[in-house]
């Protein structure tokens, strides 16, 4: 018990300070560190990890919906950034420009890609000729390049890892379907996969992607009620391709331009993860995801038979991702590291239990343990692995459905911003000065209008009682 003492007293409480708890809880359990660039952290290996799985689970998915994988140059020059004008307003604060090559000074500034839309319009301007040509679907996992001036691990970084997913169609039907379906790929994820509920709608112009017609969002809400935006989908319309003189011959023999989407999800979901599941011993993961979903630890190791049989239990349970902890460390310090890290299912194995033929078995999300025969174990983790997952997620979806609230004038909103983490359903005109009144009084912003609930609380708005148009789900966000 000290071992866990000691790793625990490493880790501030949630309660205390939520913040610095998560910012414990990566560094302890050695997901980041800190680099010698400002603003750009290192994944170590249990991080990348994380991210390797999710992007293993999530290009299957994109792959099963005719998704093609390509790479696109990480510079772009301005000129073609230009192009764009909402585009390039929207992200000019945040871009890095690189204006030397070698010793050479470069005859254009390039931009560090931001994000990939002008690349993919540059690209399918000279490969899109014909409506036999669409539709294309392409993705890329890379890297992106955004100067922020507030960081945050996973969160929030000058540089971070990501998927973009631009797509382009013959017609507007097909670009919004693509739109939908897409975000729908993306809560299908958070769900089956990370064991996080999330709320699916329709952004406002305001919080709507720069250059796109429309952009939807998945919303997760983490233990201290604050939003996480965890993937967006965007419906471009057809004006980056006018912008950007893409054209194809359609089936009437005649000139037509093409409709376009972008899709994107990044690493900022491992925090969401962690926010969402994790305690005050450190990580909880979702079994689906987790790089190690089984540790095998043998107690007094050094006897007679307890590390082989130990070696033997995991050899038992090598359909999963299993470890065998046979370092030479207390028992008591493995367990502590088991809880820290978050691994979802810990096997011990001692003396008396090789001779009763049985092991006992701990649920890192409820720590409850049962007592397994060795010759059962294999189903039984099968099966408690399924059962944290659904436990994990139904215990997500009531803390979020337990952290909405209802608001139908500008007082009971603020009493509501002020005093209760979580969600805030309430009526709006659609004019962006209440929205921006509500950002500067309460910071707070709307989070998306929801596609399952647009009946009606009010018929007011709640900022400035004029008729209401939208339901809107409100919150302070990461």
């Known amino acids: 018990m000290a071992e866990k003492k000691k790793m625990v007293e490493a880790i501030t409480s949630m309660e205390e300070d939520f913040a610095q708890w998560y910012t414990d809880v990566v560094k302890r359990a050695e997901l980041i560190d800190y680099s010698s660039v400002k603003g750009c952290l290192i994944i170590k290996p249990a991080g990348y990890a994380l991210w390797e799985n999710i992007q293993a689970d999530l290009d299957r998915r994109f792959k099963e919906t005719g998704v093609e994988n390509v790479y696109m140059p990480l510079f772009i020059p301005e ?117 996080i509920p999330t709320i699916k709608g329709k952004k406002t112009d305001k919080e709507r992607f720069a250059g796109a017609m429309a952009t939807y969002t998945i919303e997760a809400m983490m233990h201290d009620g604050h939003a996480l935006q965890s993937g967006t989908s965007h419906n471009f319309g057809d004006g980056f391709a006018r912008a950007y003189g893409i054209q194809f011959t359609g089936r009437d023999n005649k000139l037509h331009t093409p409709f376009q989407t972008s899709w994107g999800l990044s690493t900022r979901i491992i925090g969401a993860m962690i926010m969402v599941h994790g305690d005050n011993d450190g990580l909880v993961l979702p079994p689906r995801i987790a790089p190690t979903q089984v540790v095998v630890i043998p107690i007094q190791q050094r006897k007679e038979g307890v590390l082989e049989g130990a070696r033997a239990l995991a050899d038992s349970l090598s359909e999963f991702r299993v470890k065998l902890d046979d370092s030479d460390r207390s028992p008591g310090f493995k367990f502590a590291e088991q809880e820290m890290r978050g691994f979802p299912i810990r096997v011990e194995l001692g003396p008396k239990d090789l001779e009763k033929g049985s092991c006992v078995v701990v649920r890192r999300d409820t720590r409850e343990k049962y007592v397994v025969e060795i010759s059962k174990i294999r189903d039984f983790v099968a099966e408690l692995l399924d059962t944290i997952h659904t436990d994990m997620l139904e215990r997500a979806r009531k803390h979020l459905n337990e952290n909405i609230y209802e608001a139908t004038d500008y007082r009971e909103f603020k009493d509501i911003a002020d005093n209760k983490p979580g969600f805030i359903k309430a009526m709006w005109c659609g004019d962006v000065e209440c929205e921006n009144k509500i950002k500067e009084d309460l910071s707070v912003t709307s989070r998306c209008m929801p596609f399952d609930d647009q009946t009606p609380i009010s018929d007011k708005c709640v900022c400035c009682g004029k008729a209401a148009k939208h339901l809107v789900y409100w919150g302070k966000a990461y």
């Not at 254009?108 to 539709?135: G, I, Q």
């Open 79 to 195: 000129s073609l950034l230009n192009k764009e004008k909402d585009h390039v307003e929207g992200f000019a604060p945040e871009v890095a420009w690189v204006t030397e090559g070698g010793s050479e000074p470069l005859e254009e500034r390039l931009c560090v890609r931001p994000t990939s839309e002008t690349l993919f319009c540059d690209f399918y301007k000279n490969n899109v000729h014909s409506y036999r040509d669409l539709p294309k679907v392409y993705n890329q996992w890379c890297s992106v390049v955004r100067w922020e001036k507030t960081t945050r691990p996973f969160l929030r970084s000058r540089e971070f890892l990501w998927q973009e997913g631009h797509t382009v169609h013959e017609t507007a039907e097909e670009a919004e379907e693509r739109t939908v379906r897409m975000l729908n790929v993306y809560a299908d994820l958070c769900e089956e996969t990370l064991a």
